[in-house]
């Protein structure tokens, strides 16, 4: 079945250290997307990718980086610069990033990381 | 004012209620509207796009109402199944499409 993979769906991070989420898609998508979730807001979007070698920041890029070297893979970096990083991570696609009925958001499973 | 807003409840209701969530938004020029279901700890789900005309899928019913800047959705007959956050988004045109997503409204079903 095609969909969006995302890895590790726990990880435990000390502060300073790095950390890469993988977000692989099989769906042929061309458009990427990291966003985050937090208690009590709505998704806020990280980065997102309309097209391989390319992607933009989104509304809380800081302390944060991706690279979308293959179109099937969005890799999301939470840098030590990243002041606050404990959070639900998503990473979507859509087959074009002009929404509408039939250009929606996918979502992968999510990637739980916790700060210790 | 958040560009998209949301009771976020919780609402309780018994099985076989009907209960109705509305969004507003903030941004005229906004295009496109959608309802996800998130359940607990796990990704958002599309549930329905939103027409300007409304659309209804089996026991849901959502409508757009632009002239106040809001959309609903309408849970027919509630089952158990139906508990989880809905999350209103909305796409506005703008270079490359902005998407904003609610904080979600959480419906639990009772027995």
């Known amino acids: 079945d095609g969909g969006i993979t995302q890895s590790p769906k726990y990880l435990f991070r000390k502060e300073g250290q790095n950390v890469t989420l993988s977000c692989e898609q099989n769906l042929n998508h061309d458009a990427m997307y990291w966003y985050r979730q937090d208690p009590g807001q709505g998704l806020r979007l990280i980065y997102y990718s309309q097209i391989v070698n390319d992607f933009q920041k989104g509304d809380i890029a800081e302390g944060y980086s991706v690279s979308r070297e293959k179109k099937e893979s969005f890799p999301l970096t939470v840098t030590s610069a990243q002041k606050n990083p404990t959070a639900f991570y998503l990473c979507a696609s859509s087959p074009g990033t002009g929404f509408s009925g039939a250009n929606v958001l996918t979502f992968g499973a999510g990637s739980r990381l916790t700060v210790l | 004012r958040k560009e998209v807003e949301q009771d976020p409840g919780p609402f309780n209701v018994p099985e076989g209620a009907t209960v109705a969530f509305n969004c507003t938004y903030s941004n005229s020029a906004s295009q496109s509207f959608f309802w996800y279901r998130q359940d607990c700890r796990k990704e958002p789900k599309l549930l329905m796009s939103?027409?300007?005309s409304g659309n209804e899928d089996g026991r849901f019913t959502a409508q757009l109402n632009r002239a106040s800047q809001y959309i609903s959705l309408l849970i027919r007959d509630s089952k158990l199944s139906d508990s989880a956050t809905y999350l209103c988004?909305?796409?506005?045109?703008?270079?490359?499409?902005?998407?904003?997503f609610g904080i979600g409204t959480k419906l639990q079903v009772i027995p």
């Open positions: 939103v027409y300007s």
């Open positions: 988004v909305v796409a506005t045109l703008g270079g490359y499409q902005k998407v904003t």
